[in-house]
């Protein structure tokens, strides 16, 4: 099996690939060769037993997405994005990377013939919501984003539905809760704060809370986002129907109550060191988002997070990123 991951530099692409190196295929196929592709060269993975090719640049060229996919890999997980702030603020840059290159990647496939018919799970986001919102927000709800972002993810998913319709790919749209906490340094999504007020904290740093504390969100840990991808590329297709794209499970959370859960896990202290500091940009941002799902349709196909509580969350970050210990 050949893999080709998209966005393999970012922080789930490069989880994805761990997971997969460390497991040595997927399904119950093994992996016998893996690309990886960012707009900045990927890190070579460590002991993995098949060949790897790292490949850099922009995908949104014309001619490089036929490049990526000269190899016929046979499943393509797709994870190149601007994120929601910077697409926001570069109207052009969002619509020629979420749009221009993912509508790209998607004519290569058409195009390559022989038969031709990779599985390609491609991340959406809960971002093609937007307000009014019920209560919960279940699988009959229409898409109307209210973001540029979102706009770009919509359009993506119905391209995703309708080239798998016609036989060219094998489709499979995720749409991603704000994955929190996520690692490194922040990003320029507007949904950055949501892990930075407890990734700071937990390494011994002030951070700042632009929006209320009544603020409500739909998140998931890093572990589930792998866990959906890997569920995703292997899970029976004949099961989905021609609906392509599935929100994920996720937890329901205000700020507070993540605050709540930081104190409980890491204790007053740790809380202590978020500072409350309002954003007119993001809270206008903020405004047009979902805050809770119902996702019948992605668990009844197996889906299913690593996580119980928003508590859960912190100690996946505290376990899989600190080592087990966090600055007191």
Known sequence: MHILVLGAAGM???????????????????????????????????????PVEIMAGDFAIAGVPEKL?????????????????????????????????????????????GGYNPRVVFTSSIAVFGAPFPDAIGDE??????LSYGTQKAIGELLLADYTRRGFMDGVGI????????????????????SGILREPLAGQEAVLPVSEDVRHWHASPRSAVGFLIHAGTMDTAKIGPRRNLTMPGISATVGEQIAALRRVAGEKVASRIKRQPDPFIIG????????????????????TAEKTFDD???????DELGGKFAA
């Open 12 to 50: 789930v692409g490069r989880k994805l690939v761990d997971r997969l190196v460390s497991d040595g295929r997927l399904g119950d196929k093994a992996i016998t060769k893996m690309t990886l592709h960012d707009v900045v060269a990927a890190k070579q993975p460590e002991k993995a037993s098949f």
């Open 285 to 304: 941002i903020v405004a047009g988002w979902p805050r809770n799902f119902d996702p019948r349709r992605s668990l009844e196909l197996g889906f299913t």
């Open 69 to 113: 996919i000269a190899g016929r890999p046979d499943v393509v997980f797709h994870l190149a994005a601007i994120v929601s702030g910077e697409a926001e603020l570069d109207f052009d840059k969002g619509y020629r990377i979420n749009l221009d290159g993912t509508r790209m990647l998607f004519d290569a496939i058409r195009l390559a013939g």
């Open 141 to 146: 709800f229409f898409n109307t984003p209210l």
């Open 313 to 319: 969350i912190i100690r996946i970050h505290i376990d």
């Open 175 to 194: 749409r991603l809760p704000t994955i929190c906490i996520r690692p490194g340094l922040p990003n320029k999504a507007a949904s950055g704060f949501f």
